[in-house]
């Protein structure tokens, strides 16, 4: 059993991080946050998958003028990513976001980054902490040392620095990150400051890759840390659609038992055993399983080997060879069916079980 870190509490916009509250999967829009318009339907396409938090970038003025109407048009908690320039974070927060995100490796002014705590106490929203190792204060020494303990060492003093700064003014709705690219580091930095600091950590690998090698890197680092008990909030980042980002961040947290969020598809891996066409059926069966937000667990199974004891052990299942294949639901073999019913036959009951639970829900 995962044993989580105590954090302290934090509210970003309607969604709690931290202390004993649900690790929250959020994402990053892809547009451009000026054109209004699709940033909105953006926003709202990543409501329907799941995401909790969404953040955008701000990096000019006709950016964040465009957070007003943003704001208005949305229900998700909106974060504005500020760089550099810290009347942009002034800005944000009067057109009315729910969180900054600051990264202090490029707001490094004291002054300026406490008239941004000033003004977001006075409207009671939380900053995150955001260390990337990309954009750390320089190192004046050729000869630096750049390995992995040594980075991770450089971005937490970065952090701590920043997180003072913020004390010093009695602000403490705090989150913090600390991400690389490097798997290594990022463990490396988020372990060390989780004894540090109480404030919740935003979980994430920089730059990860496109979905195919990001969502594996992901996995990899984000998944330690919360089998470490370390994190209260994700997001996956990976080149391409930011939807994805949400599915693989809900698979990451269901592998760890950490959240229920839609289906899970068990499907035995290819061997010379297989006796049906176990690809086709499982792809068929993952794009029925697209956009389903109910928890369900469906089993795929291609021989009788591991396949009975496995779907056995989902809401619904097959396991199939020599031309037909058995279908179970709730632990029970509902029927013995021909290879080219057991689709419609797994669909059906599928079907079932999800129409049940709406039914029970809405009682």
Not at 15 to 35: C, E, F, H, K, N
Not at 208 to 234: E, K, Q
């Amino acid at each position: 059993m995962i044993v989580r870190r105590p954090s302290r509490q934090i509210r970003v916009g309607s969604v709690l991080v931290g202390g004993d509250a649900p690790i929250s999967v959020q994402s990053m829009t892809s547009t451009d946050t000026r054109d209004w318009q699709a940033t909105v339907r953006q926003i709202r396409e990543l409501e329907e998958r799941g995401c909790e938090i969404v953040r955008v970038a701000v990096p000019d003025q006709e950016a964040a003028d465009a957070l007003v109407q943003i704001k208005k048009l949305i229900s998700l908690p909106l974060v504005a990513d500020i760089h550099f320039d810290h009347r942009l974070a002034l800005a944000a927060i009067k057109a009315g976001v729910d969180g900054l995100r600051l990264n202090p490796g490029n707001i490094r002014d004291p002054e300026r980054v406490k008239q941004v705590v000033l003004a977001a106490k006075e409207r009671g929203i939380p900053i995150r902490v955001g260390v990337n190792a990309g954009s750390l204060p320089p190192v004046e020494h050729a000869s630096a040392d750049f390995s992995p303990a040594r980075t991770a060492e450089r971005m937490v003093a970065a952090a701590m620095s920043h997180i003072e700064i913020l004390e010093r003014l009695d602000f403490d709705a705090i989150k913090v990150s600390l991400k690389a690219f490097d798997v290594p580091t990022t463990i490396e930095a988020y372990r060390r400051i989780a004894d540090l600091v109480p404030y919740p950590l935003h979980l994430g690998i920089t730059e990860a890759g496109t979905p195919s090698a990001g969502s594996i890197r992901s996995a990899v680092g984000i998944g330690t840390l919360l089998y470490m008990g370390i994190g209260d909030t994700i997001r996956v980042s990976l080149t391409g659609d930011p939807c994805e980002e949400v599915r693989v961040g809900y698979e990451i947290l269901k592998s760890l038992g950490l959240r229920q969020h839609g289906p899970v598809l068990i499907s035995c891996p290819t061997c010379g055993r297989i006796g049906i066409d176990l690809v086709s059926l499982a792809a068929a069966v993952e794009k029925r399983l697209e956009g389903i937000s109910e928890p369900i667990k469906v089993a795929v199974m291609g021989c009788v080997v591991n396949g009975p004891g496995e779907a056995r052990e989902a809401d619904v299942g097959i396991a199939g060879g020599g031309g037909k294949g058995i279908v179970f639901r709730g632990g029970r073999i509902v029927r013995t069916v021909a290879e080219d019913e057991l689709l419609p036959s797994l669909l059906r009951e599928m079907d079932l079980v999800l129409s049940e639970r709406a039914g029970k829900g809405g009682k």
